[in-house]
Structures are given as C-alpha cells and as structure tokens.
C-alpha cells in the first residue's frame, strides 16, 4: 500500500463524507431545536432524483442543487405543518415522508434510468490540484464539495456560537421556558425544519448530481436513516458530526479499501458493515452517556403554545 | 376559529377520520395523475377495482393481506405499549431467511413432510422473534433508541438475505439468478380453496389478530401493555416490569413478523430470492395507523393497502406506470391520517 494510494482513498473518502455530512447538518439543525423527523431518506431521494432531473434537463449544476435544496425545504415544510400546526406523531410523520418520498421519487425517476450526466468537473487550477499528495486529496474536489463544506462550517458557526444558536437550543430544550421567555417556539422549529430538510436535500442532490453521477431507485441506501445515528453519535453537535460523517465515509467506501488490499468479501456481507457499525455506535453512546450528549430535552415531543 | 381540546376524543371522529383520509388521498393521487397525463378515474379503477373484480382476484388480495396483518397485529401490540419497533421489514426478512434455510434443508418431496414443514414455519417465527429480541436487549440493557436500532436491524436482514441468495444457499442447478432452488410441492403451505393461491397462512393471520383483540381487551398482560404506553410512571407505581413488556411485545411482534416471512417463502413464492417483501413491514405501520388499533379496523385496513400493492402491479402491467404508485399512494394516506387524527382530539370552535 504505497501513498498515492492512501491520498486516492483519502479523497474518495471525502467524497462520500459530503451526503453524509449535509444530512447530519440537517438533522442536529432540526433536533437542536427538538424538532425529530425521521423522514430523511425519503428526502433525501426526492432531493437526488429532483437535483438529477433538473441538471440532465437544464445542464446547470447550481439550478440542481438549487432545486434539491427546494424539495428538501418543501417536505420540510409539510412536516412542519403536520407536526406542529396539526399536532401530529413526530415519528409516524417521519415515516410517512420516507415512505412517500421512496415511492414518488422512484415514481418521478423512471425515466431517468440509465441516463448520465457528466458530473462536476473539479473546481481549483490544475496547478493546486497537482501539488504532491495533499493536491488529490484536498485540491481535486468540485465547487458543491467547497460549497457543502463552508455551509456546514456556517452552520458549526452559529448554532454553538451565536445568539441564534443559543435560541435555538433553548426551544429545542424546554420550548415552554422559552415561550414564556418570549422567544417565537413555533416560528423557530418551521425554520429549523425548513432548512434542515434543505440540507438533506442538498445531501441528496449532491449524490445523484455529483457523486454517482446518476440516478436509480432508492439510490441514498440507508444514508438518511445513518444520518440520524450520527447525530446520536455526535452528540447533537455538527463538528462531531462532520467527524463521523467521515468516518461512515470510508465505510461506505471500505469495497475500494479491501479490493486494494487484495481482500475478497461477499459485496452484501460489505454492504451490511455501514449498519452493525451504526448499532456498535449507539450500544457505545448511549451505554456510557454523558450529561452534554444528552438528546435535546423536548426532542419528538409535540408542543402546545399556551394562550 | 380556534381549536378547543376535546374532554375525551370523538368516537365520531375516529371512525370518520380514517375514511376523510382514505378520501383525500385518493384526491390526491387522482389530481397528481391528471398533472401527468393520465385520466385519473381509469388509474383509480385499474388501482382498486379492476384487481378484485374476481374470484381470483380476492385470492390474491387474500394473499397479499396475511403478510400485512400479521406484521399489523405485532406492530399493534409494539405501538400501544409505546415501543416504536419500525422493524417488522427486518423481522419478516429474518422470517424469511430463518424459515426458508429450514424448509430448503428438509426439502424433499416424501416422508413426513407436515412435520418438515411445521419445523419450518417454526424456525421462520424463531428468527423473526430472535431479530426483534435483538432490538429489546439493545433498548432494555443499553438505552438505545429502538426506533433508529429496528431501523438499522431492517438493512442488515436485507443485506443478509441478498447475500444468502446469491451464495451459500444459491440453486447450484439454477442459472446464475441468485435464488434458491424450488421447494417441493409437499413443502408448500396447502391452498385454503383448490385452484386459488390464497394459503392457511390467511387463517392463521386472522387467528393471530383474534388472539391479539383477546390479549389487549381481556387479559392483565394487555391492561400492562397500555398502562406501559400511556406513562411509564404510572407502570412503575403500579410495579408492572417495563421491561418485561418491552421484551413481550417485541418477542410476539418477531415472532408474528417472522411467521409472515416463511409463509411468504412456502406460500406463493416457493424460493428463496432477493423479492420477497414488497415493503410489508413499512406498509403494515400504515395499517396499525388507519386501523385505529381496532382489529375489525386493521382487517379494512390490510385489505385497502394489500389492494394497493396489487393495483400497483396491475398499472405496471395495464399503463406502464411504475409499481412504486403504491408506496407513494401510501405514504399520502399516512399523511392525511395523521393530519386528520386532530380533529378527534379537538374542536373548532368559533373565536370570541
């Protein structure tokens, strides 16, 4: 296993990190403010199959993950208005965005099977890109990779630095405290859940439009479910979170790993590997759980404003 | 208008809820069809009725029912004790795997195959039940949420399933499909009418709901479960074990899910191979739903969604239309279901 190697692995890690870590952007966005949607996957397909359309119809990759984004914000909203102006179950809701977005999306897509479209090419001068080692691995990725990585770092930035953060916390924590206080409960989980789900949308837009580049049915295998674990994993913290998002990365990349290594297993016994992880994950976290990886305190709950 | 809590919620309301819902999302669909170009009243009569116009037709709806109601009524069970086992997918698999590996070992088409396959349909509710028990130990000993651990349990069996099918138990006499070779005709469920598909499997899944209704309304184990799912501080005081409920409902929930998934494998199917759930789990959650956890609403409920599925294949066949209609059908119906259940815990009433 020489060093080129390693950077190639290195890269393509990072490259798989990047719908991952939009997702888990998204969830702790929402969660933090205790809004639990477990609808992610199903967003995450409309995201990539609405981001996939869009970039084979238009050829324009920032229309696409425009419109990823959208969808995300859009199932967001309707889960905002089901949870809280209708009241209804957090995780019945969830399911019925996953189950609804798996079947529309595969519904939407079909004709889109087998279609390709070229991808991104890579952002930075040739002249970065060609830097011994550190070129491939950092230098050589598109603009939506950059774009997705300062967003999640914007978001690192203001929920656990700024007022906004801090609000939004305090909603998420004990929304009848903070109503009393006089912050807007409602206002803020529309937002959150808003933005959040644009944030797996663009997840998703992201895979279909650069990753793969192309679509197939239920083509985000689990990420939006692995999404919600790493939350758990991280704490409801997005840099912990950016850092597991890595590390499911190179699991989900762990095929290239082996077969550089000469190693020869059965692909579905690999494919399972991303998910017994996951569960190792929550039996580590939550078996040694510490007071600040405590869940959000209202986290699923439904909320009713006092008059 | 402004929303009033009712005192107790509308009996009214929980029976016409789920029939608004069933309503609205037929709307729905019928308006998302005519967007795209086709004529909405020919794709809701090709999805809900052309399928049944038939004996053999309701043999079938029969048939794609006893999956749905057994995975119902363990989910049933799970939901009203406040454990969100999003599983039943996972479990059914196992079912299928378990169950299945049995029935393929014992395959033979003499002896005494009643036995053989008793042995199988047992196995097939053991690896189910073992699935679920994987869930309660990760929630009753370390804490973990069962909703994300049922979740990634769902993928593994998957995985494990494609896995067996394409290796270890892969028909070596078979082309290069991955499936497994044909159980023999003595090892498949006898049909309830001759010449039909519908299976014993059917009876038996009313038999589980029966003993479901019977548990829940008559006995202290089901007064436990709902204690449980209400407040688990009231069960504490009461000295009723949460755990030992956990580890109830999921056991029976596996066990039924499971038996679900080795009667889909000796029933119509007859192999091991990749397709042996349309998404029954994730659509049975829907059925506990619009059922209202009443076992004469779960029965309609099972029959609606099992129409579904077969309507779904019959647009595929009829217009060419991708069979996913149906998950998409679905999850429109859960969605105007929970937006509508508002309205049986409270009332508009007029602002003053």
Known sequence: MDLIFIADLLAATLAATVPLALCVTGVVIGERSGVLNLGQEGIMLMGAVCAFMVALNSGSYLLASLAGAAVGAAMGAAFALLTLVFQSNAVATGLALTIFGTGLSAFLGEAYVGESISGLGPLLPEALRTVPLLGPVFFGHDALFYAALVLCLLVHRVLHTQRVGLMVSAVGENPETAHRLGLPVLRTRWLTAIIGCAFTGLGGAYLAIVYTPLWTEGMTAGRGWIALALVVLAGWRVSWGLLAAFGFGFISISNLVLQGLGVTIPVNLLATLPFVMCLLALVIVSSGRRSEREPPRSLGQTYIKEN | ?352
């Open chain 2, 1 to 352: 208008m402004r929303l009033e809590r009712r005192s107790a919620s509308s009996l009214g309301w929980q029976l016409l809820s789920p029939l608004i819902a069933v309503t609205l999302a037929m709307l729905t669909a019928s308006a998302l069809f005519a967007a795209l170009g086709h004529a909405p009243l020919q794709v809701l009569e090709l999805l809900f009725i052309a399928p049944v116009s038939d004996a053999y037709g309701l043999s079938e709806l029969a048939l794609k029912m006893t999956p749905l109601l057994l995975c119902a009524t363990g989910l049933a069970l799970c939901f009203r004790a406040g454990v969100w086992n999003i599983g039943a997918e996972g479990q059914y698999l196992a079912g299928c795997l378990v169950g299945g590996s049995v029935a393929l070992a014992l395959n033979s088409p003499d002896g005494p195959t009643v036995w053989y396959l008793c042995s199988a349909v047992v196995a097939g509710a053991a690896g189910g039940a073992v699935w679920a028990a994987a869930v309660a130990l990760l929630r009753t000993r370390f804490h973990c949420s069962e909703v994300l651990t049922s979740i990634m349990l769902n993928y593994v069996a998957l995985y494990l399933l494609l896995w067996a099918v394409g290796g270890p138990l892969k028909d070596p006499a078979g082309y290069s499909f991955p499936e497994s070779a044909l159980l023999e005709e003595a090892m498949l469920l006898p049909p309830l009418v001759q010449g039909y598909r519908a299976h014993v499997g059917f009876a038996a899944s009313l038999l589980a709901l029966a003993v479901l209704w019977t548990v829940v309304s008559r006995t202290l184990l089901g007064f436990k479960i709902s204690v449980v799912g209400d407040s688990q501080a009231a069960a504490r005081h009461a000295g009723f074990s949460e755990h030992r409920v956990v580890w109830t409902v999921l056991l029976s929930c596996g066990a039924l899910a499971g038996l679900a998934g080795v009667m889909t494998v000796t029933g119509p199917v007859g192999q091991l191979t990749p397709h042996l759930s349309s998404g029954y789990g994730f659509t049975a959650i829907i059925v506990v739903f619009l059922g209202r956890f009443h076992p004469l609403g779960l029965l309609l409920a099972a029959a609606l969604l099992a129409l579904s599925f077969i309507g779904g294949e019959n647009l595929q066949i009829e217009l060419g239309l991708p069979k996913s209609i149906a998950l998409m059908f679905q999850g429109l119906l859960l969605f105007f279901l929970l937006a509508t259940e508002l309205l049986t815990h409270y009332r508009l009433v007029p602002r003053e």
